[in-house]
Nanobody, 117 residues
């Protein structure tokens, strides 16, 4: 059974930091690219950051320089360090494991991030 479990969300003031963790089980972790998406109320889900098994990363322009994605292949976890948070970063953040070889993916249940004073 595949499980992606996100944690680390919460309420933070503008300019603050949060670290999200996604713990994966039931998959061959190194065979998957790991991604973080987010979805704000009334908006479509959007890709935030990706990391491939070898460590190559990609970021959406709106988080470049503020967010850092990393993965620990020994622990089957992927992290999203979010710094200098802005109110517009408020959203539910979802972890995604995607297999480009087989063109399918899995989703976590999401974790709420709220940036507000």
């Amino acid at each position: 059974q595949v499980q992606l479990v996100e944690s680390g969300g919460g309420l933070v003031q503008p300019g603050g930091s949060l670290k999200l963790t996604c713990a994966a089980s039931g998959i061959m972790f190194t065979m998957f690219a790991m991604k973080w998406y987010r979805q704000a109320p009334g908006k479509e889900r959007e890709l935030v950051a990706s990391i491939f098994s070898g460590g190559t990363t990609n970021y959406a322009n709106f988080v470049k320089g503020r967010f850092t994605i990393s993965r620990d292949n020994a622990k089957n976890t992927v992290l999203l360090q979010m710094n200098r948070l802005k109110p517009e970063d408020t959203a539910v953040y979802y972890c995604n494991a995607y297999s480009y070889a087989n063109q399918y993916g899995y989703w976590g249940q999401g974790t709420q991030v709220t940036v507000s004073s």
